[in-house]
Nanobody, 119 residues
């Protein structure tokens, strides 16, 4: 199961880096996605990095502000979030997909980490 960390409270315009670490399996071979759920809203996909090739995908709402990356030595995927806005507030989840493609179904969910953007 993936484990997220790095959430917290940040002012608008600030930055946070979320981490998704795995044990018992190698993240490199699977697509890894970041999702978020704001209060009263459905969970939505934010970003994904495909297995092996490392192709990246972003929701329109975060393009140019968020960057997903992978450190194979640490078996960890990161989500660097810059220029944060109040609407980025929510619980952020890391999820492993069942295959290399970001269109594969979600296989495992992390427990989530809270991100709050507020002045």
């Amino acid at each position: 199961q993936p484990v997220e960390s790095g959430g917290g409270l940040v002012q608008p315009g600030g930055s946070l880096r979320l981490s998704c670490a795995a044990s018992g399996f190698t993240l490199t071979y699977y697509a890894i996605g970041w999702f978020r759920q704001a209060p009263g809203k459905e969970r939505e996909g934010v970003s994904c990095i495909s297995g092996v090739t490392g192709s990246t995908y972003y929701a329109d709402s975060v393009k140019g502000r968020f960057t997903i990356s992978r450190d194979t030595a640490k078996n960890t995927v990161y989500l660097q979030m810059n220029s944060l806005k109040p609407e980025d507030t929510g619980i952020y989840y890391c999820a492993t997909r069942s295959g290399r493609s970001c269109s594969s179904g979600v296989d495992r969910w992390g427990q989530g980490t809270q991100v709050t953007v507020s002045s």
